[in-house]
């Protein structure tokens, strides 16, 4: 398929002296790999002061393609603008390092393993005595109690457990017996967005009350609470299979077309020239247009035989009816909406410009948008040690002779 003729110079957020919402509010950041980082990336593009704090190997994503010049794109995207802290939090000094930091922080996001932050020493219960307005969120795939807690929980096995893939394959037609694959990690995504809006809600209270808060986010429940109408069905199974929108062939691609409503319907007979449909007994009704769902998607298939995919994109807008041509994520990129929302930000990570997604929303007021920063391992932490802490050169060094403290070069 072309891409869209739409190709302008690499969009970023316009440079502003706009506040951020969260400017002042300083985040430890324990996390990993995606959905943890997802969270306080959206912090990080709100003007908080992110310290992400990892182990002397540094998060793994570091190591993720694309790669160029020893640098990820796949890790600079979900932590950028955040500082770097490398700490082993298996030497004392280290721990009690972070206690100290602690009392200088207002949120504190980890997705250990449930238990891990207590064998530390740095449990909610015990950072909390020392800063009773800390707001603490942990993610992980089962919440923090129970029988399940202590599981391994990536992403695919979120979307397994759940009951996600199953939902999934009963939606295709034909002989498909295997869960299909699926490599967009929707349950990391949807978790760390849950968290941060979770982080914001328990910084009003603290703000209100000045006392913070241990937020548990499971990433099962997330997943649970995706899936809105398979939760009910499951529950009061349907007489039949609900119609399910299916892409329609052109000549060149496919689109997909959505007549949701009576009135799309509508619209989409007189936008393809069979008026008749509306009256034809088969469609006339919402009710008989489910009976008869088959009939009518074959009808948009040879309606769009003979057509360009641009051109029945074009004539189903012309006509109100919810559509669109599939677009490659290349091509989506390029597209209107996006270049005119400013929706991508372009940073540099030291290897080279690219551009990350900005947040999805926008405020009139304050900036909401990544930042240009992506620290290497370690590079931040005697300057956070010396700002925040008061450490002088000589303690700075002892650290780093006892491998508490990594810095990089």
Known sequence: MAEPTTNPAAPTAPATAKPGVLDGVRVLDFTAMMSGPYCTRLMADLGAEVIKVEPPEGDHIRLRPPRRQGRST?????????????????????????????????????????????????DYATLSALNPRLVYCSISGFGQQGSWSGRSAYAPVLHAASGYDMANLDYQEGDVERPLKNGIFVADVLGGSLAFGAIQSALFRAARTGEGDHIDLALMDAMLGLLVYECQEAQFPAERRRPLYRPTKAKDGFLLIAPVSQN???????GTGHPEWITDA????????????????????????????????????????????????????????????????????????????????????????????????GADGPALLGSLLGLGEERIAALRESRALHVRG
């Open 74 to 122: 796949y890790f600079a995207q979900l932590n950028a603008g955040k500082k770097s802290l490398a700490l082993d939090l298996k030497k004392p000094e280290a721990v009690a390092l972070v206690r100290e930091l602690v009392g200088q922080c207002d949120v504190l996001v980890e997705n250990y393993r449930p238990g891990v932050m207590q064998r530390l020493g740095l």
């Open 264 to 270: 799309n319907f509508e619209a989409l007979a007189r």
């Open 282 to 377: 088969r469609f006339a009704t919402s009710q008989e247009r489910e009976h008869h769902w088959g009939a009518l998607m074959q009808l948009l298939d040879d309606w769009a035989a003979d057509r360009s995919a641009a051109q029945c994109e074009a004539e189903m807008n012309a006509a109100g009816v919810p559509c669109s041509r599939y677009f490659t994520v290349r091509e989506a990129m390029k597209l209107p909406p996006l270049v005119e929302r400013q929706a991508f930000q372009t940073i540099d990570d030291g290897a080279g410009a690219f551009q990350v997604p900005n947040p999805a929303f926008r405020f009139a007021r304050t900036a909401a948008h990544a930042r240009g920063s992506v620290s290497e391992l």
